[in-house]
């Protein structure tokens, strides 16, 4: 497995430049200052290793229009930089089958380059109010449905189709108790849909 992750390394008394900067933390639902960076991790069996890493730097300034205040940028997008890291581990025959990311990477353009173009599969959660159709047919039709108003039972795999992806993908949805006892809910999408739940 090919695990991408995006990890802020906060440094609140350095300085604002380039590379230590303002990012959105979505663990912790803020703005943080420090240092935003995505990492490749290769897991095998009991073996975990580091295989890609890459620094946002944001290198572009703009004015918010909201604000008007100067705000920083990087001229290349997360996804732009996951898929770099992605070609790189193939590029250096790292032998995975499956990427795993998070639901911020989940574009559809991101999926056809793993699955088309790499030649590999992929694991990643959908956001709840990401669109399906549910066959073919439906897809054609533009007969497209929120995920989360689909009524899946827990941990039965269904497949369906997504706008702008022309292959099926398995989806199955996972029901969570978190720290504080609520439940929270993922939809879980597979580019291989002969994978066992």
């Not at 663990?27 to 095998?44: E, H, M, Q, V, W």
Request: net charge negative; glycine share 4%.
């Amino acid at each position: 497995i090919l695990i991408i992750d995006d990890s802020i390394e906060e440094k609140p008394y350095t300085d604002e430049n380039d590379i230590v900067s303002w990012h959105y933390d979505h663990s912790k639902d803020r703005l943080l200052k420090g240092i935003n960076f995505l990492t490749a991790l290769y897991t095998s069996q009991a073996v975990s290793l580091p295989v890609g890493f890459h620094l946002i730097a944001k290198t572009e300034t703009y004015l918010d229009p909201k604000t008007q205040k100067e705000k920083r940028r990087s001229p290349v997008s997360k996804n732009e930089s996951c898929r770099e890291l992605i070609k790189q581990a193939v590029a250096n025959l790292v032998p995975f089958q499956f990427v795993v990311f998070d639901v911020w990477f989940a574009s559809g353009e991101t999926m056809i380059f793993i699955k088309q173009e790499q030649q590999h599969d992929f694991i990643c959660p959908l956001k709840t109010n990401r669109k399906v159709a549910l066959s073919v047919a439906d897809k054609h039709q533009g007969r497209y449905t929120r995920v989360d108003t689909l009524g899946l039972e827990a941990n039965t795999p269904r497949i369906i189709y997504l706008d702008g992806v022309d292959f099926p993908l398995l989806l199955v949805k996972q029901v969570l108790t978190n720290e504080d006892g609520s439940l929270g809910i993922l939809y879980l999408v597979s580019s291989d849909t002969t994978v066992s739940v």
